[in-house]
């Protein structure tokens, strides 16, 4: 048999041509094998199930990851505040005074005067109850008052934030 040329030119008929291919396999190895009871495969209900249960999960961990991410933005702002109050007590320990409330924090030599949330953080002097100065980020919100994430952070209460979250 040649197998240059196509099965019609070397006279083999279509019942020819269907036995080559379903009984054996090429170079005559034997008989192809045969299915081993019916395969089972996931059905499109366990793949479902199996789908919903991972959403479920990914949700769950997107939410305990924002709730990090509202710890961390406040945290990074008290020690913020606290780098600043820092560099105001440097301030004052070279030039015997306080910056001003005009000068503000753009005398001192800090790399960031942004709170986590993009506002600035906001420098008095003199602060409540004679403190010589404060410092204060007022959350998320950039407001005055608020809770959670848009609770303000002062200069002279971090020692008392401290033992909170």
Not at 18 to 39: D, E
Request: hydrophobic residues 35%; negative net charge.
């Amino acid at each position: 048999m040649c197998f240059n040329q196509g099965p019609r030119a070397r006279g083999l008929g279509p019942s020819d041509i269907v036995s080559l291919f379903s009984a054996t396999a090429p170079h005559s190895l034997g008989p192809w094998p045969k299915a081993r009871g019916p395969q089972r495969g996931f059905s499109f209900i366990e793949v479902m199930v199996v789908v919903v249960i991972i959403g479920l999960l990914a949700g769950a961990v997107g939410l305990k990851v924002s709730d990090y991410m509202v710890t961390a933005k406040v945290n990074r702002a008290k020690s913020d505040i606290a780098t600043i109050v820092d560099a105001v007590d440097a301030f004052n320990l070279k030039h015997s005074r306080f910056p001003s409330n005009e000068e503000g924090l753009t005398k001192l030599p800090l790399t960031n005067v942004k709170d986590p949330w993009g506002n600035e953080y906001e420098y008095n002097s003199p602060g409540p109850d004679n403190e010589p100065y404060e410092v204060i980020s007022y959350g998320a919100d950039g407001q005055e008052g608020g809770e959670d994430d848009n609770a303000d952070i002062y200069s002279w209460k971090l020692g008392e934030m401290d033992g909170e979250g």
